[in-house]
């Protein structure tokens, strides 16, 4: 899951694991593999960063835990 913020300000989390594309006109959309469409505040950039550091910290937990 990674925590973004809806235009409005209220901040949410997200599974990343849903994400299929984001875009960045003007305001950053971030489309889901079910087709839902979400738009938030953070840059496209950032969103991909968060959702790129979730990728790599799921690997670094050992199993188990």
Same mark, same amino acid.
């Given at each position: $899951?990674?925590?973004?913020?809806?235009?409005? !300000? =209220? /901040? *949410?989390?997200?599974?990343? =694991? $849903?994400?299929?594309?984001? =875009?960045?006109?003007?305001?950053? *959309?971030?489309?889901?593999? !079910? !087709?839902?469409?979400?738009?938030?505040?953070?840059? &496209?950039? =950032?969103?991909?960063?968060?959702?790129?550091?979730?990728?790599?910290?799921?690997? &670094?937990? /050992?199993?188990?835990?």
């Amino acid at each position: $899951m990674i925590k973004l913020t809806r235009l409005a !300000g =209220e /901040p *949410f989390a997200l599974n990343a =694991e $849903m994400i299929l594309y984001v =875009e960045s006109r003007p305001d950053t *959309f971030i489309t889901l593999t !079910g !087709g839902e469409r979400i738009v938030v505040a953070e840059s &496209m950039d =950032e969103v991909i960063s968060r959702a790129v550091d979730y990728q790599r910290s799921k690997h &670094m937990i /050992p199993k188990g835990l």
